[in-house]
Structure formats: structure tokens, C-alpha cells
């Protein structure tokens, strides 16, 4: 159980293009959901928290209008990259919450390249 | 949340035990020990957890010392496949609060 899939798993796209990440708790209802991400040989950094049916909190430092995030269920989240740029390629990893019990759960990441 | 203290790096012959080592001298008398890990371009892996108690799963055991300032996270049988980054984690259970990643263990095993 408590299994996390994110889509795509990579994708490559073009500067000044927006590309949509989704997270998708299969097993279980998410409250919150969480955004991370992570760049080479780094570690992962909190870019926001995604509430369902409220607007998402962006950690500072995040461009809320350029990582637009939308929790319209129980079991879905998305993250749309817009206006991409090359210095916005990096791993972006969801994590979902257990409404009851609080463990959180990892998705298996999507590589975004932007060229 | 307790910060915690990793070395950068450890190797590990294949089929030896590997001792990862996480020190969280602040740590509260609420918080407990979490330990994942995140192969390369993968998500992070939960494996374990504990309070004050040893703790062992199939994955790993945990042993946390008596004054629980550190602890050290055993892989008894390290496979090429433990190759991986090791997170040490320490939050309060039950926390709302969202996982925060230190720079964790490059655990590599050797052949």
C-alpha cells in the first residue's frame, strides 16, 4: 500500500514552454501533498505544500507564478513549470501525506530538461 | 526538527554490514529517528524508524544509543542494489510538518 506515481517520469521541453507534472496518491486520500526538488548532487529542497481545495504555500523563494501548483482531489496533485527555462531542469519529486496518520510518501520523480 | 550530522560517504563490501552513523545531539524527548534512502534518480525510500527502542524490519535494524544524541542505521547483508544515498531524518511523531532532507550518506557498495 501507500504507493505515490508521478507522470511524466521525464520529459524534455522547449524554453518559454509550460510542462504539467502530476502526483497521484493510489492507495490512499492526501490531504497535503508536497513538492520537492532536487538538483544534481544535491539534496531535495521544499518548493511548496499542496493542501486539496486550498491555495498551495510556497516555500521562499519559489516563484508562485512560475510553479503553479493545483490540488483539485484526494489523490491528485499537479505542478506546471511555465515559461520554462534551462536553469529550471532539475527532479521534481511529490510527496503524499496519510491524512490519518501523517507518514508521507514519495513519488518516483520526473526528470524536466529544458532546452 | 533536531538537526542531524551524516558523514558524506562510506563503502561498504558487498555482503558486509554496513553501519551508517547519524548524530543528533539536540534531539527531543518527542522526536524520533527516521532513516531513508534514495537511489540514483528515484524517490526517497522510507526504511525505518524508532523512538528509544531498537528497531529491525526486513530492510535494516536501528540502533539508537541510551542517551539517544545518535544512531546508526545496519544494513546486515549490503547488496549492490544498497547503493544509495541515506537520509537521517529526526521530526516529531505524528507531525504535520513536512520531511526535511540534510546532505544524508552516499552509501556505495563494492564488489
Known amino acids: 500500500g501507500a504507493v505515490v506515481s508521478q507522470h511524466p517520469s521525464w520529459v524534455i521541453c522547449k524554453s518559454g514552454t509550460s510542462v504539467k507534472i502530476e502526483c497521484r496518491s493510489l492507495?490512499?486520500?492526501?490531504?497535503?501533498m508536497f513538492w520537492y526538488r532536487q538538483f544534481p548532487k544535491q539534496s531535495l529542497m521544499l518548493m511548496a505544500t499542496?493542501?486539496?481545495?486550498?491555495?498551495?504555500?510556497?516555500e521562499q523563494g519559489v516563484e508562485k507564478d512560475k510553479f503553479l501548483i493545483n490540488h483539485a482531489s484526494l489523490t491528485l496533485s499537479t505542478l506546471t513549470v511555465t515559461s520554462a527555462h534551462p536553469e529550471d531542469s532539475s527532479f521534481y519529486i511529490c510527496?503524499?501525506?496519510?491524512?490519518?496518520?501523517?507518514?508521507?510518501?514519495f513519488g518516483p520523480g520526473t526528470r524536466l530538461t529544458v532546452t | 526538527d533536531a538537526k542531524t550530522t551524516q558523514p558524506p560517504s562510506m563503502d561498504c563490501a558487498e555482503g558486509r554490514a554496513a553501519n551508517l552513523p547519524c548524530n543528533h545531539s539536540t534531539i527531543s524527548g518527542n522526536e524520533y529517528v527516521y532513516w531513508y534512502r534514495q537511489i540514483h534518480s528515484q524517490g526517497p525510500q522510507y526504511i525505518i524508524h524508532g523512538l528509544k527502542n531498537n528497531e529491525t524490519n526486513e530492510m535494516a535494524s536501528l540502533i539508537i544509543t541510551e542517551d539517544r544524541k545518535s544512531s546508526t542505521l545496519i544494513l546486515p547483508h549490503a547488496t549492490l542494489r544498497d547503493t544509495a544515498v541515506y537520509y537521517c531524518i529526526v521530526r516529531v511523531g505524528g507531525s504535520a510538518r513536512q520531511l526535511t532532507f540534510g546532505s544524508g550518506t552516499q552509501l556505495t557498495v563494492l564488489p
Open positions: 510527496s503524499a501525506r496519510v491524512t490519518s496518520t501523517y507518514e508521507q510518501y
Open positions: 499542496s493542501n486539496e481545495g486550498s491555495k498551495a504555500t510556497y
Open positions: 492507495d490512499f486520500q492526501a490531504t497535503t
